[in-house]
């Protein structure tokens, strides 16, 4: 029996099934398709479980610093570790204002840089100064660090609840970047001009300044904010001048300078409050017994701008 030769079949082009893309219909892009519902849905799952990445990406980086800063610590590299919680200040205060160019404020921003600011202005701080000079004080160094911790952990718990309570141009208490500028200005002070630290008279003004620092994070005296003043406004030319000046000075001393600009400010609250006692204008910052609901998305921003 004769077996019939094999026909050659002309080549395909088609790619194997499991490659193959089905045809897509023509309405598919139709807003009542299946697909476009499908894609709706995933976006609305995105829009309620994801978070934005620009601002959050800035607390990352302060929160990184923060915990830089005690690990330094922790290897005795203080000079570093002053010079992390100051970068640490400077990315906190820049998520705020990219969430609000940007338009990418939420609750979950709100929450992750509270906890961004304990750790980089509440615990970093108070184990730096522990580490490089109150350990020597014994009980009473590590009480002043627990000082100065719990009020930043207070500070910020208040700050959460009195949004839209108190006055918007002062905070209530000096805020807890402000508070970690000073402790970490004079570690990098005293190490920048070579202070010994066996000096009899260090440990205990750190010991102040550490008690200082904490309770005016949780007094109520007013220290003005900043919030009045907008940047997209025209300035006359003699501000450029001034903030050129301002640069000048701080790079020629950089420790001197900021330790001594967070000094004047550290003590400015307690001179207007001073001042507005003899006017007779008490309560510039309100109360922190009369509390408002837990800050909503809308109020993210300020958040972010002031701890």
Known sequence: ????PRRNRAPTSQLPRQFRRRPVPLNTMDP?????RRRAARQQLLRKRGIYLLPNAFTTAALFCGFYAIVQAMNGVFESAAIAIFAAMVLDGMDGRVARMTNTQSAFGEQYDSLSDMV??????ALVMYEWVLKDLGRWGWLAAFVYCASAALRLARFNTNIGVVDKRFFQGI???AAA??????VWLAIDNRLPVNLVWLPWVSFG??????LTMVSNAPFYSGKALDVRHRVPFGVILLVVAVFIAISSDPPIMLFGLFVLYGLSGYVFWAYSAMRGRSGVAKSATSQAPVASSDATVDRKDSK
């Open 1 to 4: 029996m004769a077996l019939k």
């Open 32 to 36: 009542g398709s299946e697909r476009a």
């Open 120 to 125: 980089s202005f509440g615990v970093a701080p």
């Open 175 to 177: 805020p807890s970047p």
């Open 181 to 186: 500028a000073l402790i970490a200005g004079f």
């Open 209 to 214: 300044l550490t008690i200082y620092a904490g």
